[in-house]
């Protein structure tokens, strides 16, 4: 009888091993796969197949909280961004960024092993002595995923951002690896944001191409950091969250993009995107906020963003590290550089992301995102 039921257990195990591994691959290869040279992986991942009809991203459909904290599936993308600034009680700076993206692989509206949902998050932590970064990806419908709004909770495996209430604040980001470990506590400082025309983006000057956009750019911070077989750290600082969501957030000509947040004080952060495009010129647009609730959305007309300088980097690509950003009519001159060069995230959606430090009319810091190379 033992070695029925050892038997049983054993062809029972093997099946969900089968189906697991093979569920990971069809995913994978969906999401990921048919890659060719005339697009990067980040881009082939954020545009939306012909043949799948999602929610469109409509100017007359205003983002509204806390409702929109919650998940919209009905839209292929949702991708959150956290971004913090920290220091040590000896000075020491650190950057920690955490990353909670999904995507649909079909329009369907399936439960269980046939969920459309896949996962992906990454958690880095840069200081001087080296960089620490890890990623997790996940399948929907089975748990191992997911998100709840009463109380707020977004989790991949054991990662979790969660708070008590209905919004992510005041909340907590646990985050545990095999080398390392964040467990940070933040609190708002400032109000909510919501950027463009009530939270539309447009990411084009000629087509249709936009997402629905809030973050919270006030952003206090405290907690602990582990690197190793080091002690945990205690540290505070500044932080940033943002979520963004939509359909085809890329247009089939558009390499990639170049994304700044810089906190030029406790008053003031400035957001400014440049999307780039194989045969027309980049299109370049901004946003303002200060800590008494202006938001001022910035045209192409009214910022500049140039790039003063590239590096290799130790895998071979070539990033521009160093750029200037100019905001004439708000007294803004900056000139920004890469604190740590080596920061490509070798991850399923690959790009360059890490702390900056300015220079000019504001020595401030923030962080900056470059996909597409």
């Known amino acids: 009888m033992d070695r029925k039921i050892k038997r049983v257990v054993s062809t029972a195990f093997m099946v969900i091993l089968l189906l697991v591994v093979s569920g990971a691959l069809y995913l994978y290869s969906s999401v990921f796969g048919g890659w060719n040279t005339n697009h990067t992986p980040t881009s082939q991942?954020?545009?939306?197949?012909?043949?799948?009809?999602?929610?469109?991203?409509?100017?007359?459909?205003?983002?509204?909280?806390?409702?929109?904290?919650?998940?919209?599936?009905?839209?292929?993308?949702?991708?959150?961004?956290?971004?913090?600034?920290?220091?040590?009680?000896?000075?020491?700076?650190?950057?920690?960024?955490?990353?909670?993206?999904?995507?649909?692989?079909?329009?369907?509206?399936?439960?269980?092993?046939?969920?459309?949902q896949l996962y992906v998050s990454h958690i880095v932590i840069s200081s001087d002595e080296g960089v620490w970064r890890e990623q997790r990806v996940a399948r929907g419908g089975i748990g191992q995923a997911g998100m709840t709004v009463k109380p707020f909770r977004l989790w991949i495996d054991n990662w979790y951002w969660r708070s008590l209430g209905k919004t992510p604040f005041p909340g907590q980001l646990d985050v545990a690896t095999d080398t390392f470990s964040v467990n940070l506590k933040s609190i708002t400082r400032g109000p909510f944001v919501i950027p463009g025309d009530k939270g539309y983006v447009s990411k084009h000057d000629l087509l249709p191409i936009a997402s629905h956009n809030m973050?919270?750019?006030?952003?206090?911070?405290?907690?602990?950091?582990?690197?190793?077989?080091?002690?945990?750290?205690?540290?505070?600082?500044?932080?940033?969250?943002?979520?963004?969501?939509?359909?085809?957030?890329?247009?089939?000509?558009?390499?990639?993009?170049?994304?700044?947040?810089?906190?030029?004080?406790?008053?003031?952060?400035?957001?400014?995107?440049?999307?780039?495009?194989?045969?027309?010129?980049?299109?370049?647009?901004?946003?303002?906020?200060t800590n008494d609730g202006k938001v001022i959305p910035l045209s192409q007309e009214q910022l500049t963003l140039r790039e003063l300088g590239e590096v290799q980097l130790k895998n071979g690509k070539t990033i521009p590290d160093r750029w200037s950003i100019r905001v004439p009519d708000y007294g803004i001159n900056l000139t920004t550089s890469a604190v740590h060069k080596e920061q490509w995230l070798p991850f399923i959606i690959p790009y360059w992301e890490g702390e900056v430090k300015t220079q000019g009319s504001h020595e401030a810091r923030g962080f900056m995102q470059l996909t597409g190379y």
Not at 105 to 110: E, F, G, M
């Open 45 to 116: 991942v954020l545009r939306t197949s012909k043949d799948q009809v999602f929610e469109p991203v409509l100017p007359d459909n205003p983002v509204v909280l806390p409702r929109d904290f919650s998940f919209q599936d009905e839209f292929q993308h949702g991708w959150w961004h956290f971004f913090a600034n920290v220091k040590d009680s000896k000075g020491k700076r650190y950057g920690v960024q955490w990353s909670y993206f999904r995507v649909a692989i079909n329009d369907s509206n399936l439960s269980g092993w046939l969920n459309p």
């Open 215 to 289: 973050t919270a750019p006030f952003l206090s911070v405290r907690g602990e950091l582990k690197m190793g077989d080091e002690e945990r750290i205690s540290v505070e600082g500044q932080g940033w969250m943002s979520k963004e969501w939509g359909s085809g957030l890329l247009a089939q000509e558009q390499q990639g993009w170049d994304w700044f947040v810089i906190h030029l004080g406790d008053e003031t952060t400035l957001s400014v995107s440049r999307y780039r495009h194989e045969h027309q010129l980049p299109y370049v647009f901004g946003t303002l906020a």
